[in-house]
């Protein structure tokens, strides 16, 4: 492989390289974990891909920054359409594989930190799960749901 990288004129990182038996084992590459599987109808084992912990992590932490206690006078509308265009970005690259469980998780994280950004914002105590409901943050405020988007994509579509 050194050879080959050496002909590529690549370098090869020996701290990150590592041999990995798949599926006895999972590797993370260009932001995706590389493994075993599981189809949620039958339980049958596959190999593929899913985003990485690391990356979904990475996303919390972006939402969390753009729905800071600093931003409270910004417009509700620039806020949400500031974080429709991070979440349309990050689940058009990490649109391959399992990725329902990762959307999922986006979406509760986006939708919560929305919610104590908007009762900050309106100095309403509480969580905002009844002043905000999930129908008033996504058809009112027109935040995208991932857990929907990503079966609007052309190449999801049955034929």
């Known amino acids: 492989?050194?050879?080959?990288?050496?002909?590529?004129?690549?370098?090869?990182?020996?701290?990150k390289t590592r041999v990995c038996r798949v599926p006895a084992e999972s590797f993370d590459f260009l932001g995706y974990t590389l493994g075993q599987c599981y189809r949620v109808k039958t339980g049958k084992a596959y190999i593929g891909t899913r985003p990485s912990k690391k990356r979904v992590l990475r996303l919390f932490?972006?939402?969390s920054e753009?729905?800071?206690?600093?931003?409270?006078?910004?417009?509700?509308?620039?806020?949400v359409g500031e974080l429709n265009l991070v979440l349309k970005?990050?689940?058009n690259y990490f649109r391959l594989g399992s990725v329902s469980k990762a959307y999922r998780a986006v979406d509760r994280h986006t939708r919560n930190r929305l919610r104590r950004w908007l009762c900050r914002k309106h100095k309403?105590?509480?969580?905002?799960?009844?002043?905000?409901?999930?129908?008033?943050l996504h058809e009112t405020l027109g935040l995208l749901r991932l857990t929907r988007f990503?079966?609007?994509?052309?190449?999801a579509k049955a034929s």
């Open 150 to 155: 990503h079966t609007t994509l052309p190449w």
């Open 66 to 79: 753009m729905t800071r206690r600093q931003t409270g006078g910004r417009e509700t509308e620039e806020v």
């Open 61 to 63: 932490e972006t939402i």
């Open 1 to 15: 492989m050194a050879r080959m990288m050496h002909k590529l004129k690549l370098t090869v990182n020996q701290q």
């Open 89 to 91: 970005g990050w689940a």
């Open 124 to 136: 309403v105590k509480g969580s905002g799960t009844r002043r905000y409901p999930v129908a008033y």
